[in-house]
């Protein structure tokens, strides 16, 4: 155990602080869920990627920087110090290109992972559908092989903020007498090919922050295919696991937001304290945002000594979802009367945060399906 | 002692239900939330029509002459079907005020008439509240103006104030900062009169947003029965599920024990209880939680549809967050029920319930 | 509503306080888990019967006093403001009776219910079994019809007090081919038949509370069955309904309790405050024991319409089972390293009280079981 | 950065894992509860043998010259097995003081060795403990002395107190209370020397506590998870039913987040970081609330079973509830924690975690 940061390690955190302290843009942006401020989002991405942090943990030849896992959450903690905006190409580094990278052709990889570490294109989620939410293996959208092509038709939904993405990757049936996990197919999708309609859905903020996809006879040329015709659930999982998760939450982003209720619960102290619970929510707030990163840190240094990584996925789930729904509870608990205000300056973005929050327990595999596969995989009870 | 509701008091409270089912349903919701004065006078109209502005209304002034326990039901009508605050704020909240002035004091019998037929809005500006709801689109204002002695009640027209609008998570909520100057001519009762109908105004504001929550937290277990019942995942609806079950079942619990909180606090701001305050922070207190609770799981079972605009569980869960911090915030009645609980010789203990 | 006493359950209080005030003894009696303490209580029960307060709701020709549950709510108020002793005969008062009542013989009735009314006899329940705890159709032990009586053989748990009680009253399986709750008869068995062994079962408190009773041979008389042949689970739930559940738990058990917590808090609270939730456990648990009674209230003013009560049984059970152990936590959390005093005067009662509070979600369906019924039954969700 | 322990770190706790449960079974545990000395000379002998006593003592004085990382596993497995508290007093607690004393300090030279070789069981005294844990079958005790300007600290010998025992609802403790002198011949460290030595056993028997609690946590869920695989209701294993399952899935995640705050407060504390009273309060909580959630579920899980004295899920269910208000019950820690949070300029947000 050595808690000191390598003279490395320090190197590349002054070095992001100080590309961030130059670069990261004083004005607000719009929300990532509008046309403009998904534009100004990306234009955002494009400029990290420029410096080489926006797919950190991608190879150099790629548009990465080849960073380990330390790298990547001591840039998260800088990140998140700084306020700097969201992350809007997160389906493309995240869950795209390590994909990509495991099961593309070389044909393949040189098409597309250049343009998604620039933030050329940009990448829609093709998994859900109105009739398998948590059961993914439900899917029941065709691509059915003619020739050079398959004919893909059905219906795709919650898709993050498709209604601005070009590209879309998913799973669809293929064989169309195959049950559950069997027959089904990765295929890549130009959004604005013939056949397709998107529908955008409002969330609960107002904002259309995902859409319902319509297939109508569209034809993906086998080019487009990810890995072997059938074997789409595979390819799908295989980058699935931990580290995917690991990286879609930062512990940082938690730790920022419970500096923050510290700070509201000091300058509100007076009134909060009359609710005595108040108090108690915001040390436990505090509390598990520093026991997720610690988990992270802890995490992080198994994988580099090559332990295998089992049920963290699933803790890891469950305990950032509660406790982000915590951090935002107790802020508005703090604020009373006045956390209702959609405009007012200190409310609205805890009021967002907290509209944001109650996906948390929901989207990724609920934490009802998370709490069995811990109760099934890890502790070995038995499926009902 | 008994300790619930006459039959003509629940066929009452089925009439209201079954008439607002009709005339307010959610698709209505949808439309207050999307106008900017974000009122029906359509509604209205039929809700004087039915009797119910004028509940509370004194038979004299041609209303019902009903009370705070009568509004222990139709409240969590109100809240059931989300109707926006100008009618409770009118017909409950600032007829309890005017109602509570001398009898041959000229507001009542200008004013009073009024919100029996339906024809006045009148808002009410307790300084619990950081600001006026529904001062936008009110006939009346009733204001508070605070000397060192009490707080007067002024009765303002909307022509002499100016209001500003701050728009809230609950798009049905219209709330105002107002802007008026208090004077001879406004003012309807002294500080001394007037602290005292201030005081009890706050406990049937509170009173009635506490209604609503569980009205709201009934609402919103229903939807989410509905939808388990319905909705399939992995070959069975998901209400099947244990974890589901459960769910529910602890907010059905929650609203089971957070009614008699309501209707043992209504009874008591009817008889000018000693425990009044104590009764009624209670009531906010649990009736909320029961709202957030439902809120809560009702999401959590509706899956990624509760996280939608167009699913209506949203706009109830919505105005269950809002209320909740209505009318005085967690924090002010946990204050009051502190101060109640560790007063010397509270009375705490069994056979307390009552007396 | 009116919440005014009347005249008479004004009167009744009176008399009801002024008895107790003159009779409740001022010495703590040892624990009714061990044998010196249940003749200690079993003789103050039979002293309250003779008073005409032990079986208060039965009929005054069988010993009782004929008062309706307001007058109940009423005497145990009174009861519990004075820390009178734990009642002993509840067995017999609330489980036996009634069903004795409901389906006894003219000669079984008169044999039977003026006895248990003064203690003369003390009933343990013989329901539970090693392999069918909640749920309770999977019984086993039988009861095999030989001329004028039935052979029984098998085993029950969970009987508590049965080592210092005389008579039992359970369920056995009369038809061996019988399956879930077809084929039980409801037998009055005495305890000190021959074939008859008691092992006593130690509780997390190290009294013994339970007992476990093997039966080997033992010839129970056919005039000792209670209801037909093979009615038994008829006969058992008939009267397991929800007027049962609520005489179990009084509600002004749980508002002493709170009392005596806000009272606790009140001395301790320069050093209770350091933790800043205690202040709200305690106005959250005493909210809880004032709701509770509020709803008991409720519940029996709606019984006394006419108003069919459904799932109160099961909301009740959570709700007080969950109270008693936020009521005795919040009390521990106050004393602090204190709490752990076996013998210490002011820890004494609260740590005792906790331990028992544990059995709370367990016992009589455990909460689980009532979750599943109030969605079931209540709320209309299909069975797994 | 390399926040997780080495190869051999984790090889020795297996090896002490593997030891224990061979050697401190729960039948071993019951004999213990149901003596009156409450103690297993044969057992501590074998720990000795097996060089755990003398895992903090130095190296010059024929220890293995361990620290509090290697406790933070150590103490988990201690806890695990339930091993009495004069084992982690002596071993880690005392022998942590005398460390601490000056290099050429006689008590060091008279102690050190017997803590390693297994003859002398040390009590400690800390002001935070009502009571003195086993101070009815101590060799030496180590008892602090209140001056205005400090703790001194005092090494008593057995035969110089009056001791009178407490029962504890964990019959594994003896707690003590201890009435003594101090003197001259006493004293083996002033005021401000003193202060510092008690300032740090503080913060290492509250660790101690805590790495044990969460150790308690891991056995009552590894038990809880045996008896759900096995009991069987309605036809299948109660581990089949969903509530029962999250029941598990929540105190495994309370466990396993509670673990890394343990080690990194165990570092705080090895290198004398800052924030090492914030973290101990942290780890103490969290660690604590593993062990009362698991305590709470497995007696659910295990129903009536759960209840009993003669299922073993009792003894580590009293253990836990003991141990979560010994050195510095709730109250204590979280005021400590809230102390280190709302300091001015407190290190808080990201990047402060290793800082």
Redesign the interface.
């Known amino acids: ?6 003279p490395a ?1 320090q190197a590349f ?1 002054a070095e992001v602080r100080d590309w961030l302290r130059a670069n990261v843009p004083q004005a607000p942006f719009a929300s990532y869920d509008t046309r403009e401020g998904f534009e100004q989002h990306r234009q955002w991405e494009a400029k990290l990627s420029g410096a080489g942090f926006s797919s950190l943990t991608w190879p150099k030849d790629l548009g990465g920087r080849g960073s380990d896992l ?1 790298e990547w959450l ?1 840039f ?3 990140y ?2 700084m306020d700097a905006p969201q992350r809007v190409n997160q389906n493309g580094i995240l869950l795209f290109g390590p994909t990509m990278m495991e099961f593309g052709t070389p044909e393949q990889k040189a098409r597309f992972l250049p343009r998604t570490a620039r933030c050329d294109d940009m990448w829609a989620q093709g998994w ?1 559908e109105p ?1 398998a ?3 993914m293996a ?1 899917i029941s959208s065709k691509a059915i092989r003619d020739g050079d092509h398959y004919v893909v038709n059905g219906q795709k ?2 898709s993050t903020r498709a209604v601005f993405a070009n590209w879309l990757f998913g799973l669809f049936r293929s064989d169309p007498n195959s049950f559950r996990h069997h027959g089904l197919t990765y295929l890549l999708v130009p959004l604005d090919a013939p056949g397709i309609t998107i529908r955008p ?4 903020n ?1 904002k259309e922050a ?1 859409a319902e996809i319509f297939f109508d006879d569209v034809r993906v040329p086998v080019q487009n295919r990810l890995g072997d015709e059938g074997q789409g659930w595979h390819v799908a999982m295989a980058t699935a696991g931990f580290e995917r998760g690991l990286l879609l939450r930062s ?2 982003r938690y ?2 937001t ?2 923050k209720l ?1 700070q509201l ?2 300058k509100h102290q007076a ?2 304290d ?7 929510a ?2 436990r707030a ?2 598990g945002a ?6 992270s ?2 995490t ?3 994988l ?2 090559g332990v295998s990584i089992g ?2 996925a ?2 890891n789930k ?2 950032w979802s509660e406790l982000d729904l915590l951090l935002h509870e107790t802020a ?2 703090i604020l ?9 300056a200190e409310t609205h973005d805890w ?1 967002e945060g907290f ?1 944001f929050a ?2 948390g ?3 990724a595999g ?3 399906i ?3 596969i ?3 995989r ?7 | 002692m008994e300790f619930t509701f006459t039959q003509d008091q629940m066929a009452f409270r089925d009439s209201v239900s079954r008439f607002l089912m009709t005339e307010a349903p959610p698709e209505l919701l949808r439309e207050v939330w999307d106008t900017d004065a974000g009122r029906s006078p359509e509604l209205r109209r039929k809700i004087a029509e039915q009797g119910l502005t004028g509940l509370s209304v004194p038979e004299a002034e041609g209303g019902l002459g009903l009370g705070d326990i009568d509004w222990a039901l139709m409240t969590q009508e109100l809240g059931y079907y989300a109707i926006p605050d100008s009618l409770t704020d009118t017909a409950y909240v600032a007829a309890g005020i005017l109602a509570g002035l001398p009898e041959s004091h000229a507001a009542r019998a200008q004013w009073l008439p009024r919100i029996v037929d339906g024809s006045a809005r009148i808002a009410v500006g307790h300084p619990v509240n950081p600001w006026v709801a529904d001062a936008h689109l009110t006939d009346l204002l009733l204001l508070p103006h605070a000397t060192s002695a009490g707080l007067e009640l002024h009765a303002v027209p909307a022509s002499a104030v100016q209001v500003h609008t701050e728009r809230s998570i609950d798009a049905s909520r219209r709330l105002c900062s107002v802007q008026w100057q208090a004077g001879d001519a406004t003012r309807i009762a002294d500080e001394a009169a007037g602290q005292l109908l201030w005081d009890e105004a706050l406990e049937r504001g509170a009173l009635c947003v506490a209604g609503q929550l569980v009205g709201l937290a009934q609402h919103m277990l229903d939807m989410t029965v509905d939808y388990a019942g319905q909705r399939k995942q992995f070959g069975k609806p998901i209400g099947a599920f244990q974890a589901v079950k459960h769910h529910l079942a602890d907010v059905f619990t929650a609203i089971e024990f957070a009614k008699p909180v309501l209707y043992r606090a209504a009874a008591a701001l009817a008889t000018k209880d000693a425990s009044t305050s104590a009764r009624i922070a209670h009531a906010k207190l649990v009736c909320g939680e029961a709202a957030l609770l439902a809120a809560h799981k009702g999401i959590q079972v509706h899956g990624a549809m509760g996280y939608t605009w167009e699913v209506d569980l949203q706009m109830f869960m919505k105005r269950a967050w809002a209320l909740n911090a209505a009318w005085g915030d967690r924090a002010f009645h946990q204050e009051r029920l502190s101060a109640a609980l560790l007063a010397d010789k509270a009375p705490l203990g069994p056979g307390a319930t009552f007396h």
Chains 1, 3 share one sequence.
């Open positions: 155990m050595d808690l000191r940061y390598t390690q955190r330390i001591i998260e903690e800088e998140w110090s859900s009739n939410g948590s059961d439900a939904i919650w859905i409002r969330a609960l107002g995902f512990p940082a730790q920022r419970a500096q510290v619960y000091r009134t909060a009359r609710d005595p619970g108040i108090r108690e915001v040390n505090w509390m520093e026991a997720y990163t610690l988990a840190y802890h992080v240094a198994k580099a000594r049920a963290e699933s803790t469950i305990f508005l608990r009373g009367a006045r956390a209702e205000l959609v405009d007012d009021l509209l109650q996906a327990p929901i989207y609920s934490n009802e998370q709490r069995n811990i109760a099934e890890v502790l070995g009870m038995p499926k009902a």
